[in-house]
Each structure stands twice: as C-alpha cells, then as structure tokens.
C-alpha cells in the first residue's frame, strides 16, 4: 500500500481480506496518510474491539471535548448576533419604510390626531378596506383647493398610520391608509409599510381601536382602546426647535406647516438597546423639510444634523386699502410709509413681495401690464431697488413703485381677493401666495358685481349672485353687505391654503349693520272675493252661564258686628248650616238682602260668582233668573251638544244651561257642502243645503274663497276691506319678468368693521387678535388699531412682518457678480449664545444653497426683546476646491451690518487644526429683526 493513500477504514482492515477492492459499499475511498511523529513512521496497532489504538482514543476523548465547549460557545455567540443582526436590519428596514412616507405626510398636513379609534373615511370600511380590527396610530389630515372650469373644488385627504392583526392572525403589520374625497366620496387606498410585528405582550389585551370610534376616549382623557406602543409609537408633531418630545414641544397651529418632527420608537426585536436591534428612537423631519436617508447600516438612531425650510421666505402678498377715506382722515402719506417700512423690514429674506392696492378696483403695484407682480426681496440691486427707491431703474430718487400709492374710491374687498388668489380669467393664480396681509380702514362699500368700473378680468366660476335689491345697488352707505359675501367667498375658497392675516384702522372701528337676512322678493297678486253654497234650516244652538251676578249680601261677624261682606266663594265653604236666614249662625256668616244685582261687592271691589260656586249651593232652593232669586245668567258661552246632553238635569232645571232653536240661512264653504249635501234629495234641496251659483261679494268678509284677477277695476279703494277684493304677495325664487314687485324688511345686528374683518381672515368675530406682552405676532391674524391710529400702523405692519421673519438669519451664497452659485454649499448652526454670552442648548440644523435654492434661512426661538449670537460655519469646504472664498456682508431689513460690531468672521479649521481658507460667521440676532448673510465667491 502506498504511503500516501490507502483505500479502506478500521472497518474494512478488520473485516475483509485482503482484497484492497473488496469493500461492502463497492466504491473505492482515499484517505490522508497517517501522522508522523517526532519524524519517525509507527505503525498503527488496532484493537480487533474498538477499531482504533488506545492512543488514539484517548486523544479523541479529549478533542471531542474541547470541541464540543468551542462548538456549544460559538452557537451561542451566533445565535445572539443573529438576533441582533435581525434587530439591526428590522430597525433599519423599519426607519427606511416610514421614512420614506410619514416626512411628506407631515409636511402636508393641517390637523393631526393619535385617538386610536380615528379612521380615514369616518367609517370601520373605508372603500372596501376593512380597517375595523386595527387601531389608529397617527393620522394627518389636510385639503387643498383645486381649480376647474366649474370653479374651485376643495379636496379633503385623510392619512392613517394603522396598526392590526395580520390576515391569518398570526402577526401584526402596519399599513399606510390614505382616504381622499373631492366631494363625491371617499376613495381610499391601503399600502404596507411594515409586517410581522408580535402581539400584545402579557397583561396587554388587544382592544381595537376603529370599531369603537370616538368612544376610546373616556372621560377625563382616559384611552379604552390599545395603543400598540410596544412595537411602534408615534409622536405628536413637535416644533422644529423641539429637543424632546414633551407635551410643551408640541406643533399648533401655524406650526403644523412650519418645519416639525415626530418622534418614531421602533423595537426591531433584538436583545440590547438600538446598537443591538432593540428599541430605539428615530427623530423625522417634516412639514417644509427636505430629509436625507440615513444610511441602512447605520446604528445612531437619530441623524445629527436636521435641514429645514423656515416659515420666513415664499411669495407674500400684501393687500393695500387706498381708497378715499384714507384720503379723507389725512392719512395716504402714513399708510404708504408703513407699506414701505413693512418692505423694508424683509428686504434680504428670501421672500417674493407682491402688493396689491384697491379702492373701486384692484391693481397690483409695478405689475404693468402683468396681472401678477412679486419683487424679489433677494434682488437687492434689481428688485429692492424698484420698489423702494427707482421704480423705472433709471437712476432717480422717485421712491420707487410703493411712492406711486394711488388714493381716491370706493373700498372693493371682492376685487382685491380676486387680483390676489386668481389669473385674470378666474383661474388659480400660477404664483399662488403662502401669506396674504389684508389692510383696509373700513368694510367693503363695492364689489365686482356692480359693473365694470368695479371689476378687472373675468369672473370666478361658482360665486354666487346677489341680487340688488335686495342688497344695495351701489355703494350708499358705510357697509354694502352684498360686497362682504362675494369678498368673503373668495376667502373661505382660500383661507385653508395660506394664512390670512387682517389689519384694520379707522372706520374699521365703527358699528355696522350686518344683515342677517336681506330680505325677501315678493309679487303682488290681486284676488276677487266670492261665495256659492248655503245652508237653509232650523239650527239648535247649544249654551252654558258663563257670567253670574247675585243680589245678596254675603256678610262676616267680626268683632261684634256683621258689616264686614266676603266674598260669595267664602260664605259656601263656611256656611256649615245650610241657613238662609239673615239671623247670626254658628258659623258667623250669613247672607244679607243688597237688593243690587251684582257680581258681589265689598264697597270697592268686586267679586266674581263663579259657575261651580253655584253649582255646589243648589240646596239653596232658589231657581236661576226667576222672581225671587238670589243668582241670574248675565253671559252665555257656546257648548255643543254632547256637553249639555251630558250635563245634570238639576243644572239645567236651575237654569245653567239651555239651548234654542232657529231658523237661518248661512253661506258654507264648498267643503261643507260637499259634506252634508244629499245629491239623492226629493225634491232638489229639500235638505237644506243649496249650490246658489257663485256671486261675487262686495265686502271682503262675505267671501267664502277667493280667485286670482289680473287686475283691479279703476276706482277700487284696494285698502279697504269693504270692495271684495284683496291683495297678496307671493315670494318666487326667481323674480317674474319685470322683476319683483317689492321686498320684505331686512334684519340685521350690529358688528364693528373690526369684527366684520376678523370674519373675512379667520370665519368669526374675533380671529386670533395681536397682543404684544408677550408677543404673538407669530401665530396672530387679526391686527386692529383705533380710530385714530395711522400712526401705529407701520408698527403693526413690521410686526407682522417679522411674525414671518422676526428672529431668522438667512443665508445666500452668490458669485461676484450677484449671480447664485451653481453647486451645492452647506452650512450648519453650530453654536448659539444668549444675549449675557451663555452658551445655549440648541439642535444643529444645515442648510444648502445651490442654483435651483440660492438661500436657506435659520429659525432661532428668542424670547421677546432680547437677542442671540450664532456661529455659521460651512461644512462641505473639502468639496469646494473649485471655488475660492471673497468674504461675508450681513444686512437686517434694508440696514446695512458692520463687521466686527453686528457680526464676526473667524477662520473655518480642518481636522488637524490647520485653515481651510474658508470662514465662519458669528452673527447676532434679534426677535425684532430678520437678518440675512451673504458669503461671496469666487471660481478658482
């Protein structure tokens, strides 16, 4: 046998021949020759019984034992690194999956609500998705106003994040559920985002949430209904700024819009914390943000740095009152020097300005021949410079285009909304505004349905019609009712897409009468009374007393004497003997002879005798209205039949009740007729109830029915109810040919011009008004000053204008020659101090700058009047080895910034501590400023 091979096993050398090809399984095997040891050859020695040499075993023993420890350890290792592996890849694929959704959610939304119970469509089934099992997680909700040619359509979306059992019941899973209705109805759509989540874990029962609705909620806040908080928890959406997420970090109102996070905790199952694949937090970034991918491998949870888009930037429309009460109260020059003031405050913000002045129409400043103008507050040189200082750019000081406010006219609020939000033929405006700022010094007096003189343009497709009258024709007095509701549809299309902020002045002040019903058209219509049918025959009419007089004393002995009358009510309750005599009984009453027919007197007052009274003393013996009786029937009132059948023959012998027959003739109305005439009556009309042919009746109560006559005879005193004829008005939706002949009273209340614009920005009275310790300005629509104060107009204005901008810095990155920089440049808030030089605790934010985004602007929360210093840095310097840097200028509004006063620049270190050639800017910040930097390049 070679040395190198050998073609059996131990079984084979001890059962076979010697036969090297005689082996039981018939194929042929080749081993590793045998170990040398110390460099000498032994032979192996085999025990017929164990199939191997005691060294050999005693060497196996002892491996197998290592083995086994190394194996058993290295499972164990395996086995936890799997599970953390999965951890990982589960955290990952679960940030990438919501990721990709829940940041344009977020952004979009306008109105959130974590109530597990809250569905997409209102409904367990929403379009055939069954979403009655699973609970709600997060939904977002949010509308947009579309145009089309029948006019504007608003379209409703709802989004829910839900969570349920899986099909077959054996996981959970949770699905992105959107439900959008544009009037016709829900249409809904289910997509999942993540699966094979676990049950509940022990002591959690699954309750859920969608087929119990609104009643998840308890009283006192209390949830009935699971939250499946220990696989997938969702935040309220949180400020930009927030650093946790507590409930006093949560977004209201403008906010939601605003950049805002969520804060997402996500087990992906593993043994340890995030780095594990346990539980971790992701943060995302929305509402006006632009996120990045965290890469999938990553193990950090949160990313570093947040990039988002400021509330301060985005066309800005300006709505400007000129008409001619402004002229009137001496005002024109105050209130073009606060729309300029208000211009000036966001000259260097990345906000595109638009002006619109109105007074019988609207126009739109510096527009020309454009229907649309926005100035570019960025364009310092181009448009800054035409608005504010050169409107023609030909080198004069003019004051540019706002110095050209033109004052004189009616106040046309329908106008104004229609330049602002629409092209000229009543589409949705291309450059359509995020904010609109709306001054004016009184409520509307015209509108466009008035004529041409009050209208530019086409109409809106869908604004209804008010007819005049009943609502003013033209412009006669303080407030034209017809004007604010064209106005006001316009807002109400709007008002959910862009913030609408009101500022008022002047006559905004006075009290109005705000019609709540302008009254009704109506046609007068002319009717001829007549009559036809009778009724001839004996009629029994039927009666009860219904007024009794006495001629008796009713007397009292008091204090030795009968001089003191009561009434007749008394004497029957205390009359215990029945007595009639006028002697003393002992019951101290008793009943005098007044020989006066009355209804009972006390000297000076007067008593009534009642029919009960009497009829509960009949025993007194004397009949009714004979000689000698003490009571008589003064009145009779009508009973019918059944009662005086039903009445006691003692009544009726005392004479309480009767009834007498007569013979008449009556007109009937035709019903009547109809009702008891017997066609089958031998001869005609012998029952009594006769068709006398119509007869027309000379006075207005002879007429049975009336019929309509196109006209009254000459001479015919209409007003009289003596002629047989009367007019009525009937009240058609849509007038007759030649119109209505008249209308019915308007009502109204009153309301001041103030609350009448608080209607138009905000739906009611009130908006939310500016207040300004602390400060609102941020979250205020409604801006109303006094009568008399134009002169704190341009302070209101610059207020709202820095609730816009007020405490931002904004970046720009440009060429020498002013242009933007084609490639990107990225810059980072690394560090802030307050206004005593103390570090503050902030979140780092980037921004980038490019080509298609020449700026990006920082928010900073500063407390009313005071400032901050932040340090801005750029962070993709080893990219920019195309570019070299010229330097930094600062400016806030149209003021000019000094370097080393209002900002400093320091050089920009690499990682070994040496100049990059770039620089940092530290700048300082004001609530009460808008600032904005620009670092200027050159290429290399």
Not at 17 to 27: A, E, K, W
Not at 843 to 853: A, D, G, H
Request: proline share 6%.
């Amino acid at each position: 046998m070679s040395d190198q091979t050998h073609r059996c096993n131990s079984y084979c050398d001890s059962n076979s021949n010697s036969d090297p090809t005689n082996h039981t399984s018939g194929r042929s095997h080749t081993h590793p020759a045998p170990a040398r040891l110390m460099g000498h050859h032994y032979p192996a020695r085999r025990s017929r019984d164990a199939g191997m040499t005691l060294p050999e075993l005693l060497i196996s023993v002892t491996m197998m034992g290592l083995l086994t420890a190394v194996i058993a350890g290295a499972i164990i290792v395996t086995l936890r690194q799997g599970q953390s592996t999965e951890g990982r890849l589960n955290l990952s694929r679960s940030e990438q999956s919501i990721g990709m959704w829940l940041p344009n959610d977020l952004a979009s939304a306008d109105d959130y609500t974590k109530n597990p119970g809250a569905s997409p469509c209102g409904a367990p089934v929403c379009d055939g998705i069954d979403l009655s099992d699973g609970s709600n997680v997060l939904m977002l909700t949010w509308s947009v106003a579309n145009g089309t040619a029948e006019g504007v359509t608003t379209q409703l979306t709802n989004v829910s994040y839900h969570f349920s059992p899986s099909e077959d019941g054996s996981h959970f899973v949770l699905r992105r559920v959107e439900c959008v209705d544009t009037g016709g109805g829900w249409s809904c759509s289910s997509h999942t985002l993540l699966g094979e989540f676990p049950g509940p874990p022990a002591g959690i029962d699954w309750i859920p949430g969608v087929i119990h609705g609104n009643q998840c909620v308890q009283a006192g806040g209390v949830m009935q209904c699971t939250e499946p908080s220990w696989v997938i928890e969702v935040s309220i959406p949180l400020r930009a700024d927030a650093t946790s997420d507590g409930e006093e970090n949560y977004a209201t109102g403008d906010q939601v819009k605003d950049a805002n996070r969520v804060i997402v905790t996500i087990d992906g199952g593993g043994d340890g914390g995030d780095s594990s694949g346990g539980t971790t937090k992701i943060s995302i970034t929305a509402g006006g943000t632009n996120r990045e991918l965290i890469d999938a491998s990553s193990l950090l949870g949160a990313p570093s740095f947040i990039e988002a888009r400021s509330r301060c930037g985005g066309p800005l429309t300006l709505v400007v009152d000129t008409s001619g009460s402004i002229n009137s109260a001496g005002a024109s020059g105050t209130v073009t020097s606060a729309v300029r003031g208000f211009a000036e405050t966001l000259v260097g913000t990345p906000v595109q300005l638009q002006i619109v002045e109105f007074d019988n129409e609207a126009d739109t400043l510096g527009g020309g021949s454009a229907w649309h103008r926005y100035f570019d507050l960025l364009d310092i040189d181009g448009d800054v410079r035409e608005l504010l200082t050169d409107y023609n750019m030909n080198g004069s000081a003019d004051g540019g285009h706002i110095n050209r406010l033109t004052y004189g006219g009616w106040t046309n609020w329908d106008d104004a909304l229609f330049r602002t939000f629409y092209n000229e033929n009543g589409t949705i405006a291309d450059d359509y505004p995020e904010t609109v700022v709306f001054f004016t010094d009184g409520a509307p007096t015209a509108d466009r349905e008035m004529g041409s003189s009050y209208k530019s343009g086409g109409d809106l497709a869908g604004q209804p019609s008010y007819p005049r009258p009943p609502y003013e024709a033209d412009p006669v007095g303080p407030y034209v009712q017809a004007a604010f509701n064209r106005a006001n549809y316009i807002s109400t299309q709007n008002r959910g897409n862009v913030r609408l902020v009101g500022v008022g002045v002047g006559g905004i002040n006075d009290e109005l009468d705000w019609v709540t019903n302008p009254g009704t058209g109506y046609v007068n219509q002319w009717q001829r009374g007549y009559r036809r049918y009778q009724y001839s025959g004996t009629t029994t009419v039927y009666e009860k007393a219904s007024t009794l007089s006495t001629n008796l004393d009713f007397e009292e002995y008091r204090n030795g004497s009968f001089y003191y009358d009561i009434t007749p009510r008394e004497y029957f309750q205390r009359n215990t003997s029945s007595h009639t005599s006028q002697s003393r009984g002992s019951d101290d009453v008793r009943i005098g002879n007044d020989n006066n027919w009355r209804r009972g007197t006390n000297n000076s007052s007067w008593w009534d005798v009642s029919f009960s009274d009497v009829v509960a003393n009949l025993n007194l013996g004397s009949t009714i209205g004979t000689s000698g009786s003490w009571f008589r029937v003064d009145a009779w009132t009508t009973a019918t039949k059944a009662e005086f059948d039903a009445a006691p023959q003692a009544q009726k012998n005392a004479g309480l009740w009767r009834s007498t027959s007569t013979t008449e003739t009556r007109w009937v109305t035709e019903q009547e007729y109809l009702a008891n005439n017997n066609p089958s009556a031998n001869p005609p009309n012998s029952d009594g109830w006769v068709d006398a042919g119509e007869q027309a009746v000379s006075k207005d109560a002879d007429a049975m029915y009336w019929k309509d006559v196109s006209s009254v005879p000459s001479g015919t005193n209409v007003n009289s109810s003596n002629d047989g004829y009367r007019r009525i008005q009937t009240t058609p939706a849509t007038p007759p040919p030649g119109g209505y002949d008249g209308y019915t009273p308007k009502q109204t209340v009153k309301k001041t011009g103030g609350a009448i614009l608080a209607n138009l920005i905000a739906g009611d009275d009130l908006g939310i008004p500016w207040v300004t310790n602390p400060d609102n300005a941020e979250i205020a629509n409604m801006y109303v000053l006094p009568k008399n104060g134009f002169n704190q107009l341009q302070g209101a204005l610059k207020a709202v204008a820095l609730g816009e901008c007020g405490g931002t810095l904004t970046i720009r990155t440009q060429l020498e020659s002013g242009a933007p920089v084609r490639d990107p440049f990225t810059y980072q808030n690394g560090a802030a101090w307050n206004a005593a030089g103390a570090p503050l605790t902030i979140e780092p934010s980037v921004i980038n700058t490019n080509l298609q985004y020449p700026t990006g602007t920082f928010d900073f929360a500063i407390p009313g009047g005071t400032t901050v210093d932040v340090l801005i840095s750029p962070q993709n310097y080893s990219e920019l080895g195309d570019y070299t840097p010229v330097g930094w200028s600062c400016r806030a509004g149209i003021r000019e910034l000094s370097q080393g006063s209002d900002y400093v620049v320091a050089p920009v270190l690499d990682d070994q501590n040496q100049p990059t050639g770039w620089s940092s800017i530290r700048v300082t910040i004001s609530a009460n400023e808008a600032v904005a930097c620009t670092q200027t390049v050159r290429p290399s």
